[in-house]
């Protein structure tokens, strides 16, 4: 399995609260990505980082942020948690194919995430 | 823009037949193919990968897939089912960075079912 942890696993708080989730690799990979998961809409992209402080947008980065400090660990911030982020969050890594596409995504163990 | 389509959001099977699960991508032909299983109250772990090296990709637990270019198709296949094969399962659609909103594009995902 590959080396990617998520800290908390599980975490409710309550609305307006900010909260931090945290993925930590031991791969070395480049890529991180932080996904988020709800029954019906399958994976959805939140934002991604392909380098040490590079980060960039997903599909549905509204109310959220990202950091990167270092290689091993990138950060998803709920600036001001409300109902509609509660989920399960997941984190990937990967590296790009020589053609620049993205190859196998390994994931974490995921979190859930309760805001009430 | 690249897009996936799996038909069926549930299928549900007796334990020894066989399991068909559908994927379709979007017509312009993509490098890479991915397979993956989530087991419940984990992440995603992946199945198989289709990289244009073979058209019938063999993958883990006697799961395999094939890719065909005319149907745009790459159907997930196990001759028998086992009750540990309950899952829920995603194809994905490899981009390259930046290209889309998602760098892996996934399905919305089939819940398997498999009954004794």
């Known amino acids: 399995d590959a080396g990617i942890t998520q800290s908390p696993r599980h975490k409710v708080t309550e609305t307006g609260t900010p909260v931090t989730l945290r993925c930590h690799q031991t791969?070395?990979?480049?890529?991180m990505y932080w996904y988020r998961q709800d029954p019906g809409h399958g994976l959805r992209l939140i934002h991604y980082s392909y380098g040490v402080k590079d980060t960039d947008k997903g599909e549905v980065s509204d109310g959220y942020s990202v950091s990167r400090s270092k290689t091993e660990d990138f950060l998803l911030t709920l600036e001001s948690a409300t109902s509609s982020q509660t989920s399960v969050y997941f984190c990937?890594?990967?590296?790009?194919?020589?053609?620049?596409?993205?190859?196998?995504?390994?994931f974490g163990p995921g979190t859930r995430l309760t805001v009430l | 823009a690249q897009s996936v389509t799996q038909l069926g959001s549930h299928v549900s099977v007796s334990e020894g037949a066989l399991v068909l699960l559908r994927c379709n991508y979007s017509s312009s032909v993509p490098p890479y193919l991915f397979w993956y299983v989530q087991y419940p109250n984990q992440g995603l772990q992946l199945l198989l990968k289709y990289t244009s090296a073979a058209t019938l990709v063999k993958g883990i637990n006697g799961f395999e897939a094939e890719f065909k270019k005319s149907e745009t198709s790459f159907h997930l296949t196990k001759p028998s089912a086992h009750m540990s094969d309950a899952a829920e399962y995603f194809c994905?659609?490899?981009?390259?960075?930046?290209?889309?909103?998602?760098?892996?594009?996934f399905g919305k995902g089939t819940k398997l079912s498999v009954k004794p």
């Open positions: 994905a659609v490899s981009v390259k960075l930046g290209g889309s909103q998602g760098n892996l594009i």
């Open positions: 791969e070395n990979h480049r890529y």
């Open positions: 990937a890594i990967s590296e790009l194919t020589s053609g620049g596409f993205t190859d196998t995504q390994y």
